[in-house]
């Protein structure tokens, strides 16, 4: 089975910090992707990736950057956190479209 | 705009009964279906996946698909109360995924 791992479970972080998320997944997957998931909002896309050092914005990029310097590794930054950036954080990765993503265990990321 | 619309629930159905999860999605170029499930706490996994119209079975879940009509169903059979979760529909066009909001699943015991 795939595997997706995200770094952390749980973070708190002050306004205004630099914060990074790292995912990492173990099957050689080339598309990978960052969602944030809130309440009756659902899961919104931030940004993806088919490929190192490739890089697409989503439907929300705003605040956010990522890298992808490894295949395997792609990671979410958030410039400069804001309390409205408070959310669950989910990882995907996908060898093919349309055979569905895998997604890590999330982290929950909380900004005061 | 791509969107894929759930009920949101709650739905409650009694222990053993079949629970009918649906799914609507706007963009006719829509190639993949996929059912998510999600319990409170945890990250979303994928349980069935449909590219055809008709019926697709695995177990107790049953995906049914009408792009003419362009809804996607999941029926779950013999519901367990381990079966209490959050549905989530996703629909591939494209380069992406679109999900819904999610339909909450109650089973009573």
């Known amino acids: 089975d795939v595997k997706v791992t995200q770094s952390s479970r749980y973070l708190v972080k002050r306004t205004g910090e630099k914060v990074f998320l790292e995912c990492v997944q173990d099957?050689?997957?080339?598309?990978m992707f960052w969602y944030r998931q809130d309440p009756g909002l659902g899961l919104r896309l931030i940004y993806f990736?088919?490929?190192?050092?490739?890089?697409e914005k989503g439907d929300i990029p705003e605040g956010y950057s990522v890298s992808r310097e490894k295949k395997e590794r792609f990671s979410l930054i958030l410039e400069s956190a804001s309390t409205n950036q408070t959310s669950m954080y989910l990882c995907?990765?996908?060898?093919?479209?349309?055979?569905?993503?895998?997604f890590g265990s999330g982290t929950r990321l909380t900004v005061v | 705009q791509k969107e894929v619309e759930q009920n949101s629930g709650p739905l409650s159905v009694p222990e053993g009964a079949i629970a009918s999860l649906n799914c609507t999605y706007s963009?006719?170029?829509?190639?993949?279906f996929f059912w998510y499930r999600q319990y409170s706490g945890k990250s979303p996994e994928l349980i069935m996946f449909?590219?055809?119209?008709g019926d697709k079975e695995d177990g107790r879940f049953t995906a049914q698909l009408n792009k003419a009509s362009q809804y996607v169903s999941l029926l779950i059979r013999d519901s367990q109360p381990s079966d209490s979760a959050t549905y989530l529909c996703?629909?591939?066009?494209?380069?992406?995924?679109?999900f819904g909001t999610g339909t909450s699943l109650t089973v009573i015991p």
């Open positions: 995907a990765s996908s060898l093919a479209l349309d055979r569905g993503y895998t």
């Open positions: 099957m050689d997957h080339e598309n």
């Open positions: 990736s088919y490929d190192v050092k490739m890089k």
């Open positions: 963009d006719r170029g829509s190639q993949s």
């Open positions: 449909i590219y055809s119209n």
């Open positions: 996703a629909v591939n066009a494209g380069n992406q995924f679109y």
